[in-house]
C-alpha cells in the first residue's frame, strides 16, 4: 500500500517495535490493520452473523448472550482473534 515506486526493498519486516504494539503507533500500520479487518471481517457480513448468533443463542437458552459469548462466537466464524473482533465490532458500532 505504501511501497514507494523508487525505492528498490519492496519487502516488509516486522519488528519488535510494530510487534509489542505498547505505545507504538504508525499510520501506516493502523491503515494496514484497518485493510486487514475491512477484508477478514466484512461489516455487512458481520451484521448477517451477529442476527443469526443472537436470535438463536436467545431462543435456544431463553437469555441473551455475554458480551464474550457473544465476541468468541463472531471470531469462530471468521476465524479471527477475539480480539480482532472486538475492536472491529468497537469500530462498526455494535458493542
Do not use: C
Not at 34 to 51: E, G, H, S, T
Amino acid at each position: 500500500m505504501h511501497i514507494a515506486p523508487n525505492n528498490i526493498n519492496t519487502e516488509f519486516k516486522d519488528t519488535e517495535e510494530n510487534l509489542t504494539r505498547n505505545n507504538y503507533w504508525n499510520f501506516q500500520e493502523y491503515e494496514a490493520n484497518n485493510f486487514a479487518a475491512r477484508l477478514l471481517m466484512p461489516k455487512d457480513l458481520i451484521v448477517q452473523y451477529a442476527k443469526k448468533f443472537y436470535e438463536e443463542y436467545k431462543n435456544q437458552f431463553k437469555t441473551l448472550p455475554t458480551k464474550e459469548e457473544f465476541i468468541k462466537m463472531l471470531a469462530e466464524a471468521f476465524n479471527v482473534s477475539k480480539t480482532a473482533m472486538e475492536y472491529r465490532l468497537k469500530n462498526i458500532g455494535i458493542i
